[in-house]
């Protein structure tokens, strides 16, 4: 909380608010506090990260709230990154595996193959 207001305070208006929140994410993940830096990665992508930086950023979000253990909200943090115009973005390619991985563990066998067939298709 602390980091989050110094960022608010001291980059609020320098156009370096995404990077601050990337790099916030980027610690508190590095110190094993995933839900927040989650929060900080779905933070840059609301202050404006370009479309690129988006799926990145939104895939690291999902795969720190898979570590955390919220796989719904790993989903959807990995479906935001699947929606990306550019097909072949590694991240996005990442996200379809990831989800694909996680549908099959719940047992969600059409979502599986639905992400599967998107990463095949993708990889043609």
Same mark, same amino acid.
Request: glycine content about 10%.
């Given at each position: 909380?602390?980091?989050?207001? !110094?960022?608010?305070?001291? !980059?609020?208006?320098?156009?370096?608010?995404?990077?601050?929140?990337?790099?916030?994410?980027?610690?508190?993940?590095?110190?094993?506090?995933?839900?927040?830096?989650?929060?900080?990665?779905? @933070? =840059?992508?609301?202050?404006?990260?370009?479309?690129?930086?988006?799926?990145?950023?939104? /895939?690291?979000?999902?795969?720190?709230?898979?570590?955390?253990?919220? !796989?719904?909200?790993?989903?959807?943090? /990995?479906?935001?990154?699947?929606?990306?115009?550019?097909?072949?973005?590694? !991240?996005?390619?990442?996200?379809? =595996?990831?989800?694909?991985?996680?549908?099959?563990?719940?047992?969600?066998?059409?979502?599986?193959? @639905? =992400?599967?067939?998107?990463?095949?298709?993708?990889?043609?």
């Amino acid at each position: 909380a602390v980091l989050e207001q !110094f960022r608010e305070k001291q !980059f609020t208006g320098t156009g370096r608010e995404i990077d601050v929140a990337r790099t916030l994410g980027e610690i508190h993940r590095e110190q094993g506090h995933l839900r927040e830096a989650a929060r900080q990665f779905q @933070a =840059a992508v609301e202050l404006g990260a370009s479309p690129d930086e988006a799926v990145e950023l939104n /895939y690291l979000a999902g795969i720190c709230l898979k570590e955390a253990g919220d !796989f719904e909200g790993a989903l959807g943090a /990995y479906a935001m990154s699947i929606e990306s115009d550019d097909k072949t973005n590694s !991240f996005r390619l990442s996200a379809l =595996a990831q989800t694909a991985d996680l549908c099959e563990q719940d047992g969600n066998f059409d979502g599986a193959l @639905a =992400a599967y067939r998107d990463l095949g298709w993708a990889l043609k």
